[in-house]
């Protein structure tokens, strides 16, 4: 009877101690096992013998397929690879070269005999068929290793052979073409004997080339003479006088030569300045007169509402204050005792806010002394300084304290330095003085002298 537990791939059976097998069951295993297997015959191997030789046989094949190895020597090439026993025709590897050949060449693999290497024509290798560091597929064809994919014999051209943008096979590979594409050249001949020399290049055959001689009219030649199949019609009835031509030509009217008084002006600069400049007439000029231009003369370089030539001013001017450093203490902010009943908070619109525009670039240091005064605790006084309405920083003192800061800043020219003071507080009044404003040398009146502040 048939086990109840069959084989996992086949379905065989596989009975156990309590059950009991019968001849028919075995049949059927068999023929299970034989539809499996197939028939000996239908393997595409040589050896059918058995199915261990067909396996053999295939792992053979492709063990061959995998076969790679690397050649040393130069022109007679040998390499070391692994399973190969025997060169067969049909067999094919694939080796890296070491080294480029510089004519024919030879391979021996594991010692096995040097073989040739031609190309796929037949033909021993030529110069640089091989290159260094390169891995090539070859094919033994009973006598000779075979060089796979390579394109055969080359013609001679060379890269000015070939047309601009074309490309050609050679030796080393593909190359572009340089030969320019003339197309349809023409060219006129203006002058008695003068040459013209045709470039090098392809040449479409529609070119010509067209004797035009600007000038030759039947007017200019003599009455009487044909020059260029021209016949010529020239009288004696010339009016040029002196004054018309040049000094030191000559020419000839009515058969008299007449030598020219025309002054001649050579090259010439002209800058402009606040009075006009001319050039007096009855001159030749003879070279190039040049007016000088300035790439500076840009409105914004011009001072506002100012026309130079055409170009109205936009430039605002800025305060000027130079870029030299000056420790001395100057006050520009100062304060007396003198009593105010009004008074100005952080909320309420601020009486000191001078802002001035720096024509420097660098450093600059302001140190303040900031004070307040009311008789009342916990008022405070407020200073901040902008550059480009940006604050820097603040100063706050309470009641009637002082405080002494430094604010150094870095600072370009254009930049807008501002100053602000107010109370936070309500009666409570604030004052400023400025002790040294360093890295200038003249010190702007910000807010003014003896000026109370709030």
Known sequence: MPSEIKTLNLGLNQWKENEYPKRIDFVNDNVIIDGAVGKLSGLETEDKSDLVAAVNEVRGQIKNLAAYGVASGTNTYTAIIAGITALIEGFTVRVKFTNANTGASTLSINNLGAKAIVKCNGTALSSGNIKAGQIYNLAYNGSNFQLLGEGGEYGTATA?????GKTIGTEEGLVTGTMPNRGAVNQNLTTEGQEYTIPYGYHNGLGKIKAVITGLVASVIKAGTTAGGILGTFTLDATATAAQMLAGASAYVNGNKVTGTIPSKTAQ????????????????LSEVQTIAGSANLLEENIKENVNIFGKIGTLKPTTNIPSVTNTGITRVIAYNNTTYTTRKTQSQSRDVSKTYTLNMTGTIKLHLMLRGQSAMADRAAVAEIYKNNVKQTQVRVLSETSKDED??????????????????????????????FEGLTSIPNLIGEATRIF
Do not use: C, M, R
């Open 160 to 164: 000015s052979d070939v047309l601009s």
């Open 269 to 284: 600069t002209y800058t402009p300045g606040t009075a006009n400049q001319t050039i007096a007439a009855g001159q030749y």
């Open 407 to 436: 604010v150094v800043l870095s600072v370009n020219s254009g930049d807008e330095i501002k100053i602000e003071l107010y109370s936070e507080n309500s009666n409570f009044y604030v004052y400023l003085e400025l002790i040294s």
